[in-house]
């Protein structure tokens, strides 16, 4: 009888605690996120309303061409942190096709290009994963690992039909 209680209690144990690190973990991914989006949004702050409309976008000042490729290496850190599994499966659905379409519109696309070949230069970062998200909208950098893909798709996780978390871009 005792080693009966011993294992239930050793069992609700060790349930307690995986779900408390997996809570600790959730709430983790969520203030990594909540950072970068105020990253996003401080960058924005930075471009006249003519440039986040496309209009004049040749003719941007030194301050708002830096904050368009500011928010390039901003994606590109938010992409390395997907694939690292720190940001949900929800949050990279918005940003990562936000990030796509913000990259096809007038000033970006023409900086965005620059910054290709600023990169292939070897003056600028690599930008792996924004090169893939450049041609592909539905390019998602998620975590490869067996166990990680597992446990994105666990039934407990939340569903897309919820709320988004993070501003569109």
């Given at each position: ?27 983790r991914v969520r ?75 007038p000033p970006f ?61």
């Amino acid at each position: 009888m005792e080693w009966l209680s011993l294992t239930i209690a050793l069992l609700t144990a060790s349930v307690a605690s995986g779900i408390a690190i997996w809570q600790v973990r959730t709430q983790r991914v969520r203030q990594v996120e909540d950072f970068y989006v105020a990253r996003y949004w401080s960058l924005l702050d930075r471009l006249s309303n003519r440039t986040l409309r496309g209009m004049d976008a040749d003719s941007l000042s030194e301050p708002e061409e830096a904050a368009v490729r500011l928010y390039f290496r901003l994606s590109e850190d938010e992409a390395d942190l997907r694939a690292q599994g720190w940001v949900s499966d929800d949050t990279w659905r918005d940003w990562g096709g936000a990030i796509h379409s913000q990259m096809h519109r007038p000033p970006f696309d023409r900086l965005w290009a620059e910054t290709t070949q600023d990169s292939d230069a070897g003056r600028d970062y690599a930008f792996r994963h924004l090169r893939q998200l450049w041609r592909d909208a539905a390019y998602d950098p998620a975590p490869s690992r067996t166990f990680r893909r597992w446990f994105r798709r666990t039934p407990w996780r939340r569903s897309a039909t919820t709320a988004p978390r993070s501003p569109a871009r």
